[in-house]
């Protein structure tokens, strides 16, 4: 997960997919409860296919509120952090924090995100679609069975719960995949694992502790970070020069199955220079790409760069005088494949900016 890789301001917000895995416990009739099993003699229900256990599954993650305590587990390390999720009258409020380490928050309302990084003593704030919550997991369709296996392999008992073991298998070696434990009651998942191609486990997370409430108060959405003394940056879209005419970067070739599904334009934070933002996505696995005018002195050659961090993956080089940065939560040969086909193809068309 790049959650180290967070140098430009919008990449910092690729470390949130820890929440994907998010484990809930379920809600009683009355208030609420942490890790409560179900009524004696309630009988699994076994009837759903595995698909549709992820889709039930993103669905709860993304329309209950709630408030609990997780463990996140990659490259060696254990970081706790703290989520809380509220849908009321239609909004999304949502706030992360890490619980040690660096101290990070990042709280979402509505479509403005605010990045909260204490060790940079820098606030970052972005505008983000309202459909992309911080807890989702990857959309399941026919695309996706293409380039996947999803498999129920099991039912178990976790923390007194029966549970549904759905595995995430990639076909090839450009994607990683994933195994959940899903809760029969809830649909929530208890526990999540992401895996390379040999089935080894990159990431894990557990949650430790899960309250579900009908009422989340406006308090536990406001930052317990002093901002005295920060730096206040925003990342906005790029202003483009009226008839100045944009290059149309796009990756001459792919991987089986990715496809573009986003060009636009932003501004890094503390510059005044536009950046060309692509994202490229297999349906489950995406990738960003970052196009930058290339600053190096001139004849100084060009060293292509990378970096895996846990399951996140950067890949950096120079085409045509201008930076290409690849980064996502995929193993490292996708980023340096698709970074190395990016090329430019004339002046950008009316209107190809944004979704």
Same mark, same amino acid.
């Given at each position: 997960m790049p959650r180290t890789l967070?140098?430009?301001g919008f990449?910092?917000?690729?470390?949130?997919?820890?929440?994907?895995?998010?484990?809930?416990?379920?809600? %009683?009739?009355?208030?609420? #409860?942490?890790?409560? /099993? =179900? &009524? %004696?003699?309630?009988?699994? #229900?076994?009837?759903? /296919? =595995? &698909?549709?256990?992820?889709?039930?599954?993103?669905?709860?993650?993304?329309?209950?509120?709630?408030?609990?305590?997780?463990s996140h587990w990659h490259g060696g390390r254990v970081e706790m952090l703290?989520?809380?999720?509220?849908?009321?009258?239609?909004t999304v409020s949502e706030r992360l924090a890490s619980l040690d380490g660096s101290g990070r928050e990042f709280i979402r309302t509505g479509t403005n995100l605010t990045c909260y990084l204490p060790d940079r003593r820098t606030v970052l704030v972005e505008q983000r679609p309202p459909e992309q919550s911080l807890v989702s997991f990857p959309t399941?369709?026919?695309?996706t069975a293409t380039f996947y296996d999803i498999r129920e392999v099991g039912h178990t008992r976790l923390n007194r719960r029966e549970t549904h073991v759905i595995t995430v298998s990639p076909k090839d070696e450009f994607r990683y995949g994933y195994r959940l434990w899903i809760d029969d009651s809830t649909a929530m998942p208890l526990k999540t694992q992401l895996c390379d191609a040999h089935g080894h486990v990159i990431e894990q997370i557990v949650f430790a502790s899960l309250t579900l409430s009908s009422h989340l108060p406006d308090s536990l959405f406001k930052p317990e970070v002093s901002t005295e003394g920060f730096q206040w940056l925003r990342n906005d879209a790029a202003r483009q020069a009226p008839g100045a005419a944009a290059l149309a970067w796009n990756a001459m070739r792919l991987p089986p199955g990715f496809?573009?599904?986003?060009?636009?334009?932003?501004?890094?934070?503390?510059?005044?220079?536009?950046?060309?933002?692509?994202?490229?996505?297999?349906?489950?696995?995406?990738?960003?790409?970052?196009?930058?005018?290339q600053t190096a002195p001139a004849g100084q050659p060009a060293v292509p760069e990378s970096a895996t961090v846990g399951s996140s993956s950067a890949f950096s080089t120079v085409v045509d005088g201008h930076k290409i940065t690849a980064v996502?939560?995929?193993?490292?040969?996708?980023?340096?494949?698709?970074?190395?086909?990016?090329?430019?193809?004339?002046?950008?068309p009316d209107g190809s900016r944004g979704r």
């Amino acid at each position: 997960m790049p959650r180290t890789l967070c140098n430009s301001g919008f990449l910092c917000l690729a470390l949130v997919w820890a929440l994907a895995g998010a484990a809930m416990a379920d809600e %009683p009739a009355h208030g609420s #409860s942490s890790g409560q /099993a =179900p &009524a %004696p003699g309630a009988k699994p #229900s076994f009837e759903h /296919a =595995p &698909a549709e256990w992820l889709e039930r599954m993103n669905h709860a993650l993304t329309t209950r509120s709630y408030d609990g305590t997780f463990s996140h587990w990659h490259g060696g390390r254990v970081e706790m952090l703290r989520i809380i999720h509220r849908l009321q009258d239609g909004t999304v409020s949502e706030r992360l924090a890490s619980l040690d380490g660096s101290g990070r928050e990042f709280i979402r309302t509505g479509t403005n995100l605010t990045c909260y990084l204490p060790d940079r003593r820098t606030v970052l704030v972005e505008q983000r679609p309202p459909e992309q919550s911080l807890v989702s997991f990857p959309t399941v369709n026919d695309r996706t069975a293409t380039f996947y296996d999803i498999r129920e392999v099991g039912h178990t008992r976790l923390n007194r719960r029966e549970t549904h073991v759905i595995t995430v298998s990639p076909k090839d070696e450009f994607r990683y995949g994933y195994r959940l434990w899903i809760d029969d009651s809830t649909a929530m998942p208890l526990k999540t694992q992401l895996c390379d191609a040999h089935g080894h486990v990159i990431e894990q997370i557990v949650f430790a502790s899960l309250t579900l409430s009908s009422h989340l108060p406006d308090s536990l959405f406001k930052p317990e970070v002093s901002t005295e003394g920060f730096q206040w940056l925003r990342n906005d879209a790029a202003r483009q020069a009226p008839g100045a005419a944009a290059l149309a970067w796009n990756a001459m070739r792919l991987p089986p199955g990715f496809r573009m599904t986003v060009r636009s334009a932003q501004v890094l934070p503390g510059s005044s220079n536009a950046v060309d933002h692509l994202v490229f996505t297999d349906g489950f696995a995406s990738v960003s790409v970052f196009v930058e005018r290339q600053t190096a002195p001139a004849g100084q050659p060009a060293v292509p760069e990378s970096a895996t961090v846990g399951s996140s993956s950067a890949f950096s080089t120079v085409v045509d005088g201008h930076k290409i940065t690849a980064v996502g939560e995929v193993p490292l040969a996708t980023v340096r494949f698709i970074a190395s086909q990016v090329k430019a193809q004339g002046a950008a068309p009316d209107g190809s900016r944004g979704r």
